[in-house]
T-cell receptor
Framework: EADIYQTPRYLVIGTGKKITLECSQTMGHDKMYWYQQDPGMELHLIHYSYGVNSTEKGDLSSESTVSRIRTEHFPLTLESARPSHTSQYLC????????????FGPGTRLLVL | DQQVKQNSPSLSVQEGRISILNCDYTNSMFDYFLWYKKYPAEGPTFLISISSIKDKNEDGRFTVFLNKSAKHLSLHIVPSQPGDSAVYFCAASAMPQGAQKLVFGQGTRLTINP
């Protein structure tokens, strides 16, 4: 089972603030992903990475940005938070030996006031 | 357009009985399917998967069935236990798109009654 960590778990912040959601995994997985999920809805892929210095946008348009400077770290940044960004953000990673099984972190629940 | 659909938002089952969760998909290019379980305030936990070359995969109390002609898959849990109460998501991907991008359904909330 993958060890993947997200901080903070919960964040309440005012409009206009810059925030960074942290995601780290200790399994050496090359591929990492960010999903956004609203209550009662499906998960939507917003960013993914094949490896260091590789980032791509997902299927759902997002104002967030990501970086992948180290294999184990895949932070997501919102330059100016808005109430429409209120959601749950889930980070995942996948090992090469199980190509399509993604393992998820506990998520960050973001509330923008 | 929603490529993966779970048409039942909720399901209630008696403890010890069989739980059957259903999922339909529209993209015939999907060739790998997964089921995840999610508790509130936690990330999804991988349960079981199936490749399109199979029509059944079993792991303990969990069995996934795939009907490619109907573009339908189902997850059977037997016997159901109170700890199985959670939201279940099916997901699908199409390789080789290379990105291993999973497309998720909306989830079905399963409640196991004692």
């Amino acid at each position: 089972e993958a060890d993947i960590y997200q901080t903070p778990r919960y964040l309440v912040i005012g409009t206009g603030k810059k925030i960074t959601l942290e995601c780290s995994q200790t399994m050496g997985h090359d591929k990492m992903y960010w999903y956004q999920q609203d209550p009662g809805m499906e998960l939507h892929l917003i960013h993914y990475s094949y490896g260091v210095n590789s980032t791509e946008k997902g299927d759902l348009s997002s104002e967030s940005t990501v970086s992948r400077i180290r294999t184990e770290h895949f932070p997501l940044t919102l330059e100016s938070a808005r109430p429409s960004h209120t959601s749950q953000y889930l980070c995942a990673s996948s090992p090469p030996s199980h190509l399509q099984t993604q393992y998820f972190g506990p998520g960050t629940r973001l509330l923008v006031l | 357009d929603q490529q993966v659909k779970q048409n039942s938002p909720s399901l209630s089952v008696q403890e010890g009985r069989i739980s059957i969760l259903n999922c339909d998909y529209t993209n015939s290019m999907f060739d790998y399917f997964l089921w995840y379980k999610k508790y509130p305030a936690e990330g999804p936990t991988f349960l079981i998967s199936i490749s399109s070359i199979k029509d059944k995969n079993e792991d303990g109390r969990f069995t996934v069935f795939l009907n490619k002609s109907a573009k339908h898959l189902s997850l059977h849990i037997v016997p159901s236990q109170p700890g199985d109460s959670a939201v279940y998501f099916c997901a699908a991907s199409a390789m080789p798109q290379g990105a291993q991008k999973l497309v998720f359904g909306q989830g079905t909330r399963l409640t196991i009654n004692p």
